[in-house]
């Protein structure tokens, strides 16, 4: 079949979403986050602006994944079959469509973003990975990877889907069923506060019976002096009353908890409550994302004036020591994200025993075993998640490095400490 090269356009990617999500196919239903005051936060800073995009909107980014689809199916390319080679047949699709478009002097594909000068270098490193628009190979690349993986999952973002009416949602996932009828998972973001106060139980049931299957909750901390130092805007009441509203709607449940949120000041507290509250939820899955402080945000701010005190790594892992000897609901842990020292996962009640032990292993090492571990944990983190590792990393380690591998003796602890900040400093969240 002939391709017409002049109708083939980029669509609107969720760049934000969840690790579940990374292959998943993403529409996005709104733009960026209304509430984006979260002190933690990096994402949708920096110009983005929040919009809801109108149902013709979506519908037609619906349109114009499905004719990527279609072209990549022609080609016989990302039949659930994962090769490079796919990806280097997307690079001259892309290119062959460019021409035809340059050629037509029709220019609609987004043009690349700029990155402001007066960036923090660590903030430089991540953005690109957070794009606002989607360029065609962006497009294509989505689409293919989403075959490879099935082709079975679909992600509708950006921050609070749950802003939106059940008739919008379920308009679109009617769109989305028709264009891709192999998706047997629909998921989205979703503030507590929304659950708790902006629908109603009914509303909730009607996003279940249009094929919704999960929400992911931003719960972050449990402890109300916390949840107001970093300006969440939620209780930890609406945090309860949002999730197991979720819950008897038939909706799956899936919260992410940020050990070290509460600092020096309120690690126990912090601890403690949220523990509490993933109790009275009683979440499908938990998941663990560990602080990391964003140079640029109102809390890195605050760690510089004194109003935050950040904890220690020691400190972070008793805190999920906390969280997983106190929660009694039959739930998953999970410790899906770079940003976390210990890779501690399992089922509560079963496997409450074995996670303990793992924790209470690294507990016991001496200070100067920690930091080695430390670094080890990061630097595998970092080669995982990126493919390798970049300059200034292999710099950084370059004093380490001698004859049959990595040797720290004479390398003094503040030393280790300033390699393990770096590579943290650039660990995905």
């Known amino acids: 079949m002939r391709i017409d090269l002049l109708s083939v356009k980029p669509f609107e990617i969720c760049s934000i979403r969840p690790p579940t999500e990374n292959y998943s196919l993403t529409f996005r239903l709104t733009r960026n986050c209304y509430w984006n005051k979260c002190w933690f936060c990096p994402v949708y800073k920096f110009g983005a602006r929040y919009s809801k995009r109108g149902i013709e909107e979506v519908k037609e980014d ?5 004719l990527i689809d279609n072209i990549l199916s022609e080609q016989g390319i990302g039949n659930n079959t994962y090769s490079y080679a796919g990806y280097s047949r997307v690079s001259e699709l892309v290119e062959r469509i460019k021409s035809a478009n340059r050629d037509a002097d029709n220019r609609d594909e987004c043009d690349k973003e700029e990155i402001s000068e007066d960036l923090d270098p660590g903030l430089v490193w991540f953005l690109p990975w957070f794009k606002d628009k989607a360029t065609l190979e962006d497009s294509f690349n989505h689409i293919l990877s989403w075959r490879m993986e099935g082709g079975k999952t679909c992600f509708m973002g950006d921050a609070d889907s749950l802003i939106l009416k059940p008739d ?25 506060r929304s659950a708790a106060r902006l629908r109603t139980l009914e509303d909730l049931k009607a996003y279940r019976k249009a094929g919704l299957n999960r929400v992911h909750f931003g719960i972050e901390s449990g402890s109300d002096a916390v949840l107001k130092l ?11 009353e949002g ?22 000041k309120w690690w126990q507290e912090h601890a403690y409550d949220t523990a509490d509250v993933l109790t009275r939820i009683s979440p499908d899955y ?26 220690s790594e020691e400190q972070v892992v008793r805190e999920i020591r906390i969280i997983v000897e106190e929660i009694d609901a039959d739930t998953e842990i999970m410790s899906d994200s770079a940003t976390n020292l210990l890779n501690i996962n399992g ?7 074995a996670m303990l032990r793992e924790i209470d292993q690294y507990l016991a090492l001496s200070k100067r075993d920690k930091l080695l571990f430390s670094l080890e944990s990061r630097v595998s983190s970092f080669a995982g998640q990126y493919g390798g590792l970049t300059r200034d990393i292999s ?3 370059g004093p380490f490095i001698k004859k049959g591998g990595l040797d720290f003796s004479g ?3 503040t030393d280790i400490d300033d390699v393990i900040r770096l590579i943290r400093s650039k660990l995905m969240p």
């Open 62 to 66: 619906i349109r114009r994944a499905k």
């Open 168 to 192: 919008f949602i379920t308009e679109a996932i009617d769109q989305i069923k028709i264009n891709f009828p192999s998706i047997q998972r629909f998921t989205v973001y979703g503030r507590t």
């Open 230 to 240: 970093v300006n969440k805007g939620v209780t930890r009441d609406e945090h309860i």
């Open 243 to 264: 999730g197991i509203k979720t819950r008897e709607a038939g909706l799956s449940c899936s919260v992410y908890v940020m050990p070290g949120l509460g600092g020096v």
């Open 286 to 311: 938990i998941r663990l994302r560990s602080l990391q402080v964003f140079p640029q945000t109102p809390l890195d701010e605050a760690m510089h004036n004194g109003e935050f005190a950040e904890a």
């Open 347 to 353: 089922r509560l009640p079963d496997d409450r025993v």
């Open 395 to 397: 710099n950084a380690l």
């Open 411 to 413: 390398i003094s602890d």
